[in-house]
């Protein structure tokens, strides 16, 4: 869940992309969106499950990882104002959008802003662990102003975050501002959009995840004319931890059911 304060070894950067696997000759490009307090390499892992034809690129927002120093955002505007011309400047082939938790969010306005700017949507859209905004959950705390011990017990609870990281206090301490101002995300977030999506959308999460349900899961069905389907794995809020190569499969699936890759 936190951000790796350590230098990455970044294979490719583009703006706030970084790239994992791949290269300019892929078929296919798959954006991720980190969860929060996440960096781009939470995604390194997934790359090595996936074919040549598809280039992973992940985002890498303001205040982590090698960009540890830069001023963070609060505002869900803010983060589409700042990534939106870099994944411009990679949509000249076939597009998939991947977002897990507060990324599922940043993942579906994104595509909201390319319809708008470009008038052109991804070929598919997979939003995971986390709910349609218009099923808001039914109690809203105000995590990211809590006292410290009641914050580190929250990010304690949803599992994800390796004790040895929730028990270094001075560790916490220098990462809690990332996960502060990524909480102030989505506690002002706010739905306002009535455009409806024509891509291919793919829902998924864990079974044991106590953050959705079937019911705010399915609702974001209704956000698109295109087809939509809701995919559930063993697993917590972080099921992607635990099984990177199953997801990756998967990913490789529904990529090629919707941008047509499947001679590949």
């Known amino acids: 869940m936190l951000a790796v304060l350590k230098k990455q070894r970044i294979s490719g950067r583009q703006g706030c992309l970084r790239r994992y696997a791949g290269g300019p000759q892929a078929k296919v490009r798959l954006v991720c969106f980190p969860w929060c307090g996440g960096g781009a390499s939470v995604y390194r892992r997934f790359a090595s499950g ?3 034809h598809i280039e992973l690129l992940a985002v890498q927002l303001p205040g982590r990882e090698d960009r540890f120093g ?6 869900m505007e803010q983060i589409i104002e700042h990534v939106i011309d ?7 082939r076939p597009l998939v959008l991947f977002g897990h938790s507060m990324g599922a969010l940043v993942a579906y306005e994104l595509t909201l802003a390319l319809k708008a700017r470009t008038g052109r949507e991804p070929d598919l859209l997979i939003l995971s662990g986390h709910g349609a905004p218009c099923k ?3 109690v809203l705390n105000c995590w990211h102003s809590a006292g410290e011990e009641e914050f580190i017990a929250n990010i304690r609870d949803l599992g ?4 040895e990281i929730l028990e ?14 990524d909480y102030e995300v989505l506690e002002t977030y706010k739905h306002q959009s009535t455009t409806s999506l024509s891509c291919d959308l793919v829902i998924c999460a864990g ?3 106590r953050e959705v349900s079937p019911e705010t899961m399915g609702w974001w069905q209704q956000y698109t004319t295109g087809s939509s389907r809701v995919q559930w794995f ?13 997801l990756a499969q998967s990913l490789q699936e529904w990529i090629a059911d919707s941008c047509g890759t499947n001679g590949y």
């Open 207 to 209: 079974n044991e995840d």
């Open 50 to 52: 996936l074919p040549e």
């Open 234 to 246: 063993e697993g917590n809020h972080f099921y992607l931890h635990s099984q990177p190569r199953i």
């Open 70 to 75: 830069e001023d963070r955002l609060l505002r």
């Open 168 to 181: 270094d206090r001075q560790m916490m301490r220098a990462l809690l501002p990332v996960l502060r101002s």
């Open 136 to 138: 808001p959950a039914p």
């Open 160 to 163: 994800g975050t390796p004790p």
């Open 86 to 92: 870099d994944v411009i400047s990679v949509f000249d």
